[in-house]
């Protein structure tokens, strides 16, 4: 199986909204309860596009297969090197490499980009795969909120996990 990563096209949306709401509905990795539809996802596209943000596209065979983007950890200016990632693969295609080339390549774009810090916000500690792929591409767990969401019945947790962009904290901006 061959993974093309691209940037993302408006065309994509429907793909992107779909595997989005397959996740939200009948699973724990987005705290979200109702998913959002195509013009709520092209929103969130277009925002990080008009920052300067990879939004990227994972195609199987000319199928959209997942995607992956980043956004403003936090909104503080503090924060302004830090971003927070977000990669989400077709349910149907898990366990095939997908999440880690578009981790990768997600890495690389915001590296090339001047950021210093990326940070995952895991839905829920037995989230293991993701946060497998996550220290698989060298992000370690920085942090666990306890019983912080409520979904599916459940009480959830968030796994926050960090790694360093470029030189990281080595030198000053």
Known sequence: MSVKIRASVDGDI????????????????????????????????????AAGLPYLIAEVDGLVAGFASAGPYRARPAYERTLENTVYVD?????????????????????????????????????????????????????????VGFKHGRWLDSVFLQRSLGDGDENLP
């Open 91 to 147: 349910a149907a295609l898990h366990g095939r490499g997908i999440g880690g080339v578009l981790l990768s390549a997600l890495i690389e774009a915001c590296t090339a980009l001047g950021y210093r810090q990326m940070i995952a916000v895991v839905g829920d500690s037995d989230n293991t795969a993701s946060i497998r792929l996550h220290e698989s591409h060298g992000f370690e767990r920085a942090g666990l909120l306890r019983s």
């Open 14 to 49: 429907a793909a992107v909204t779909a595997i989005y709401a397959h996740h939200v509905e009948h699973g724990v990795a987005s705290f979200e309860l109702a998913a959002p539809d195509e013009a709520e996802m092209a929103r969130r596209r277009e925002s990080a596009l």
